[in-house]
């Protein structure tokens, strides 16, 4: 994959010409782009996937600031950015984001729903590239490319259902033609049905191959990132197929009694036999999809922290990375660099921020200071004096550089601990050969990975009347944690301690019916126990632009 990622830009061009002209004299030649199946495969298909990282705000699945990641991570009980004196106000973006007081004219928002659009855009751009040009491709290829741009497609569009709720659902470049903001939404449950069917549709003609390992299939949406994508579908069924959303939480459709139709062999999976099939509720389709990813020959590293190395990529558990490599890609890597404090930077050689950092109940959780502290604390929060290479490192002023896990507060303007109040992010191995003050890194970010396959399958079986535990007890016995029944308080806290850093908890805290409650130092807002906040709202400018989008339920007499 190495190979074609440069080319990016060359499609992109080709979209943002075609709302202005239909003919630009200085538009490339699409005959010269596209005059072989390989061109093809290059320029429309292998293009795409250099907008699953990002290296500008906003933009990346993850890697960047501003944007999936940090709406996802910030707003929750994990972790925060606190205002520290002078640093981190930002006009109250990152206080909002805790506090959930995001408004539609936050231009983050804004920007995060162009990046998903942008893709979709140039998805569909590409589906009809591969059909105009289907006489230069065998009917292998045809089929073969399609389903990869398509799942590519779906995989934004999930992104988009699960922040945005409503959307719209746009399949053609005829469509997108004279406007980037396109037509009026759809409701989440068909956003929902469209994903998943589209997933299913396309799995027979991806490759059956690991995605996270090095070579022609690096990075690429494959049968594995696709099963874990449609087990995590199935498992937050119930709010995806919630339409109004602000009726509260004890409203929202049974697991038990959505259902699916699956597979019922591999045979009929590969020759898509619609009557070969199995229909399961939402609980056992998640199981049946983690299933799958244990039959691919996944599972989970004896070392937690080898995920998560400079050198990750013969992982036996990460299943979908963005691939890292300073000397070749552009994506970045923020969140290491965002976190340590200035000091701790510089004998890295960074300029390091000094912002986010683990909440009180994060680390509370973890049972940090005590005799029976998590054995995954020291592996994912730098808390305590601070050591480099075994040397404490000292501050300015002579003291210790000391970071204090217990005095995080939304303001810590007047406090001792302004600067080093907060646990930090340690997450991922320091590659001491990074460039851009840490950004630019050899370890791939890990997306998905086999830990959460597992810790989804136990709370599907719990929701389902089974026992997870056995599932449950894998992921702690690897880092020699005790056994612990598995009730959903109790995997709702393993997820915290396990997947803590890697942007599922937004979605965790809804799918368990706390997101909209107190936790923390957070207080719900007035009339927040409706479930508005569960998704955020279109963007103004969106609507200002496109007459046809309506603002999500709650926001409206908030936002006039």
Partial sequence: MKRYRFLFLLLAALSMTSCLDEHPKDQLDEDA????????????????????????ESEGLQGTCRGIYDYNTLTTDEAMIPIRGGDWYDGGLWNAMYQHRWGADDQSLYDTWKYLYKVIVLANKSL?????????????????????????????????????GRVPLVLSSAEQLHSSLFQGQTDRSSIFQFVFQELQQVLPSLPDQHSNKEGNYYGRITQPVVNFLLAKLALNAEIYMYDDWTQGYASRPKGSEIHFS???????LRNGDKVDCRKLNAWETCIYYCDKLAEEGYVLESDDSFNFSTHNETSKENIFTIPMDKNIYTNQFHYLF?????????VLGWGSENGTCATIS????????????????????????????GHELLMDNGKPLEYQPFEVAQNLTNSKFVKTAGARMAKYEVDRTSYMDGKLQSNDIVLFRYADALLMKAEAKVRNGENGDEELNRIRARVGMPYRKATLDNILEERLLELVWEGWRRQDLIRFGKFTGAYDLRTPLQGESSGYTTVFPIPQKCIDLNSELVQNKGYVNILK
């Fill in 338 to 346: 965002r976190s340590y404090h200035y000091t701790h930077g510089g």
């Fill in 262 to 268: 699956v597979p019922a062999s591999a045979a009929s």
């Fill in 362 to 389: 994060t680390m509370k959780a973890n049972h940090y200071g005590e005799a029976d502290e998590d054995a995954r604390c020291k592996m994912n929060f730098v808390a305590g004096v601070v050591k480099v290479d």
């Fill in 33 to 56: 782009i596209y005059g072989s199946a390989s061109d093809i495969y290059i320029n429309a298909v292998a293009s795409l996937y250099n907008y699953i990282g990002g290296a500008n």
């Fill in 128 to 164: 009809d590239i591969i059909s105009n040009k289907s006489a230069l491709l065998s009917a292998a290829q045809q089929e073969e490319y399609r389903a990869e741009v398509r799942a590519i497609r779906a995989m934004f569009y999930y992104y988009a259902m699960d922040m945005f």
